[in-house]
């Protein structure tokens, strides 16, 4: 599965990038730190996912998705975020294939690609 990886935080793009490819399912195509990078990846590559961060310097990810599923729109959209208010979420939930929080355990991580791979639904997220 392809995947673009895209988040401000150094730390946690290699992280994500690290657990991604010793699982071995995954080939991570790109990594970017802001929404206008995860637009511009996601017209090049066209990968089957995004790990999509919220909050993110010049565009976040909530404005970035209608402008990659202009450029890629077969993309998965993972929004992957460390904090976020309830309003924040419903939109969310709302405009990406899923989401889910920073602090979760990476397996889950690893769990909801595989899923939002095989699915086909928008807003997979189950509570």
């Known amino acids: 599965m392809k995947v673009l990886i895209v988040d401000d935080e150094p730390d946690i793009r290699q992280l994500v990038r690290l657990y991604l490819e010793l699982d071995g399912r ?51 959209i993972l929004l992957y975020s460390a904090s976020a208010d309830v309003a924040t979420l419903m939109e969310a939930s709302l405009s ?5 929080s920073k602090t979760d355990p990476v397996d889950k991580l690893l769990e909801r690609l595989t899923k939002l791979a095989s699915s086909s639904p928008v807003n997979s997220h189950a509570a």
């Open 26 to 76: 995954f080939d991570v195509v790109g990594e970017g730190i802001n929404g206008e990078d995860a637009v511009r990846l996601a017209a090049s590559t066209h990968p089957q996912a995004i790990v999509l961060d919220i909050n993110m310097p010049i565009m976040n990810g909530l404005d970035a998705i209608p402008l990659i599923r202009i450029q890629s729109p077969e993309t998965k």
């Open 96 to 100: 990406a294939d899923d989401w889910m």
